[in-house]
């Protein structure tokens, strides 16, 4: 047990993923976003950036914008992989060759995944696996619908989701790269109706709590949990005061101006 804190990648910088999901339509747009987005974000200390556009336009990020970056504080993340490393399985994409590509985080379980693919816990649990063997760093996607918008029914789906997809890990290999856990309400994402502060603070102790029940210790406190669900300008800064280590962002990430204004918002606090 000792040996394995000392292998252990403390990570507690705030994190701001823009989740781009299928948008833009072309890699000259994907690559006059970023390069918007970067013109705007300069001077960040305890913040990371990570861009998280649709495979196809992972080779410019990380060539043409990302690695001319000195203040590495920008990483690449995937959208979604696969759970094994190769073989026949048309159409999907590994996370060995996302390692290859330079990738550092990878989405798994985000709900859109979960409602248009039909992803279950269990398939998320397959991925995860592969992803920290690969030594890939998970932002793992938890939260309840809308019609399980209340404490009670929220606890206990936070809590299936934790433990389905989290427990195996301690069993088969105690992961080296950083854990990111989003809690993303399903009813605010892409609507508007953000989570309050003080029904996502409920949550986010929640989640804690979960954690210490069934990771190591030493683990389960280096994971960062973080806030996805409408964050705009407005709002973004509310979730990191009240503890959460950063946002998972979709709308406002494609609008340069705006999350210009999030990552530099959380950066002062
Ligand atoms: P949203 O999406 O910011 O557009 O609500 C968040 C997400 O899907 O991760």
Redesign the pocket.
């Known amino acids: 047990m000792v040996n394995n804190l000392n292998i252990i990648n403390v990570n507690q910088k705030i994190v701001i993923i823009a989740?781009w999901k299928c948008n833009p339509s072309t890699e000259r747009e994907a690559e006059n976003l970023l390069r918007e987005i970067k013109k705007g974000i300069k001077k960040i200390r305890n913040t990371e950036v990570i861009i998280v556009p649709p495979f196809v336009y992972l080779p410019v990020v990380r060539d043409k914008i990302l690695l001319k970056s000195k203040e590495g504080i920008w990483k690449v993340g995937a959208q979604n992989c696969f759970w094994e490393n190769s073989g026949a399985f048309t159409g999907e994409i590994s996370p060995l060759m996302l390692k290859e590509l330079g990738v550092e985080y990878v989405i798994l379980g985000?709900s859109e995944r979960r409602i248009y693919f039909g992803e279950t816990d269990e398939v998320i649990a397959k991925k995860l696996k592969v992803i920290l063997e690969n030594k890939l760093s998970p932002i793992l996607c938890i939260g309840e619908t809308k019609e399980g918008r209340e404490e009670k029914k929220i606890e206990k789906v936070l809590k299936r989701q934790l433990k389905e997809i989290l427990s195996p890990i301690s069993r088969f290999s105690l992961p080296t790269s950083d854990l990111v856990i989003a809690y993303?309400p399903i009813w605010?994402?892409?609507t508007g109706d953000f989570c309050s502060p003080d029904e996502a603070k409920k949550a986010l102790l929640f989640i804690k709590k979960e954690l210490i029940e069934i990771l190591p210790r030493y683990l389960s406190q280096n994971i960062r949990i973080i806030y996805?669900?409408?964050?705009d300008s407005e709002n973004a800064k509310n979730y990191i005061n009240i503890g959460f280590k950063g946002l998972?962002?979709?709308?406002?990430s494609l609008i340069p101006q705006e999350f210009i204004k999030i990552v530099n918002s959380c950066n002062l606090q």
């Open positions: 989740n985000h993303e605010a994402i892409g996805g669900g409408s964050v998972l962002i979709g709308g406002a």
